[in-house]
């Protein structure tokens, strides 16, 4: 009989999104009549914009025509797409890429989650706490951790705590490690890294011999000027750092699929023999290798986001979402319940009232305000305490989930 992954039975529970819907679908099945209203999962809930589905359809139409028909693309992504976001997305940014160094995905939760592919087992990973699960539940699943403790750390990986006592911003880890997890603006703690930090992160990088996973999968929401929108605007990042995006949330997304992973030419690791090695080639050889590529439509689809007249359309859709995180922290904060985050990132990260679990106030406020939240204790066993609210919804129904709160909870 086939030996399985033993891995994956380290895993202490179901992913955190999957039994979040199970509670949902079991409230809603025992209550028909109950309007629920969803900010737990991040998923968008605005249309694609109208530049962005014109470009769809066209490349649609262009599959139709035997003359602009595309089958196979680059398992890299079409060049013409890696130079409109070196030049739109990058540029300005003061940031100088190459096409060679831009890799289009299917999203980046399966570039955070394949990078893994192209790093040895020994490397020690260091990852924040609360975390996207993705994160750490990947490494388990590689075999990189032992088990699990009685406060949910899985042995082998290095956690940084970022709580309010440090603002949110994780401190240097006190062992060697070899790769480190940063996510900026935060998920799930809506929380920035400003660029004073992100330099010693750099700084620690370099002199450590460490590689840094910066996932930048909510830059366009950040609003602050001292908020780098890319790792690659610190100096001595294109040595030290791989850089995700994705166009989920920036441009609504999440059911279309496109996504995009920053390889510096210029990083580089070591074979077993101590022989330096580019990771560039090795994530070029795995995508190549594992991967088909990004289907033409969603591809053309995507560069139209970077067209004047899209991004247009898309700022405006992201400004309506953080108009939403606004309405949500200054309603909550006006009940009294303490917030963090929800100016650079569409997440409200707020401590549980009345000394509450995170998954007994989830399931208080499913039952009696009929509003989904995530419990901060699925990112990790320093989330524990504190609930996230998403900003992804329709205005008038988050308007109405914050005053559910406030008539329960007000002060």
Same mark, same amino acid.
């Given at each position: 009989?086939a030996?399985i992954n ?8 179901g ?9 949902v679908?079991?409230?809603?099945t025992a209550?028909?009549?109950a ?6 999962i ?6 694609l914009?109208p530049?962005v589905?014109?470009a ?5 139409d ?6 602009s028909f595309?089958?196979y693309g680059?398992?890299?992504g079409y ?6 976001i070196v030049d739109?997305?990058y540029?300005?940014l ?5 096409t060679?160094?831009?890799?289009i ?10 990078i ?9 990973v260091?990852?924040?706490d609360?975390v996207?699960p ?8 590689v075999?990189?951790?032992?088990e699990?403790?009685?406060q949910?750390?899985?042995?082998g990986?290095v ?6 006592e440090?603002? !949110?911003?994780p401190?240097?880890?006190t062992?060697? #490690?070899?790769?480190i997890?940063?996510?900026s $603006?935060?998920?799930?703690t =809506? /929380?920035?890294?400003?660029?004073e930090?992100?330099?010693a992160?750099v700084d620690?990088a ?8 910066f ?5 366009a929401?950040?609003?602050?000027e001292?908020?780098p929108h ?5 100096e ?5 750092a791989?850089?995700f995006?994705? !166009?989920s949330?920036t441009?609504?997304f999440?059911? #279309?699929?496109?996504?995009l992973?920053?390889? $510096?030419e210029?990083?580089? =690791? /070591? ?13 070029n050889?795995r995508?190549?290798?594992?991967f088909?590529g990004?289907?033409?439509p969603?591809q053309?689809?995507?560069?139209a986001?970077?067209?004047d007249e899209g991004w247009?359309?898309?700022k ?10 606004r309405?949500i922290?200054e309603?909550l ?6 917030c ?6 569409p997440?409200?990260?707020l401590?549980?009232p009345?000394g509450?679990t ?11 305000c009929?509003?989904v939240?995530t419990?901060g204790?699925?990112?990790?066993p320093s989330?524990?305490g504190?609930?996230?609210?998403s900003a992804?919804?329709d ?11 406030k008539?329960k909870w007000?002060?």
């Amino acid at each position: 009989m086939a030996r399985i992954n033993d891995n994956y039975l380290k895993l202490q529970a179901g992913y955190l999104f999957p039994e979040i819907s199970r509670r949902v679908t079991e409230f809603t099945t025992a209550n028909p009549a109950a309007k629920v209203i969803r900010l737990g999962i991040g998923d968008v809930t605005k249309p694609l914009v109208p530049a962005v589905l014109a470009a769809f359809h066209e490349g649609v139409d262009d599959m139709a025509k035997g003359e602009s028909f595309h089958g196979y693309g680059p398992e890299q992504g079409y060049a013409w797409l890696s130079q409109v976001i070196v030049d739109k997305a990058y540029k300005p940014l003061g940031v100088t890429l190459k096409t060679s160094e831009v890799f289009i995905s299917d999203g980046s939760k399966c570039d955070s989650s394949n990078i893994l592919d192209i790093f040895d087992l020994s490397n020690k990973v260091a990852i924040g706490d609360p975390v996207y699960p993705v994160y750490n539940d990947t490494n388990v699943m590689v075999g990189r951790s032992g088990e699990a403790n009685e406060q949910g750390y899985y042995e082998g990986l290095v956690y940084m705590p970022c709580t309010e006592e440090n603002n !949110f911003a994780p401190a240097f880890p006190t062992e060697k #490690v070899d790769v480190i997890y940063l996510c900026s $603006p935060n998920n799930p703690t =809506g /929380t920035v890294t400003s660029r004073e930090q992100l330099k010693a992160w750099v700084d620690y990088a370099l002199e450590n011999d460490a590689v840094i996973l910066f996932d930048a999968a909510y830059e366009a929401f950040i609003t602050e000027e001292n908020v780098p929108h890319s790792i690659y605007e610190i100096e001595g990042a294109k040595r030290c750092a791989i850089e995700f995006r994705s !166009f989920s949330k920036t441009a609504g997304f999440t059911g #279309v699929r496109c996504g995009l992973t920053v390889v $510096p030419e210029e990083l580089m =690791g /070591t074979t077993a023999k101590g022989e330096k090695y580019s990771f560039n080639k090795l994530w070029n050889r795995r995508q190549g290798t594992k991967f088909n590529g990004v289907s033409y439509p969603v591809q053309k689809a995507a560069a139209a986001v970077y067209s004047d007249e899209g991004w247009a359309q898309v700022k405006d859709v992201i400004d309506y979402y953080m108009d939403n995180a606004r309405i949500i922290r200054e309603g909550l904060t006006a009940a009294g319940i303490q917030c963090f985050g929800g100016v650079n990132a569409p997440y409200i990260w707020l401590r549980t009232p009345e000394g509450m679990t995170s998954w007994d106030f989830f399931d208080k406020l499913l039952n009696e305000c009929h509003v989904v939240g995530t419990p901060g204790s699925g990112f990790g066993p320093s989330g524990e305490g504190y609930f996230r609210l998403s900003a992804f919804g329709d205005k008038e129904k988050v308007t109405e989930a914050v005053e559910k709160i406030k008539q329960k909870w007000g002060k």
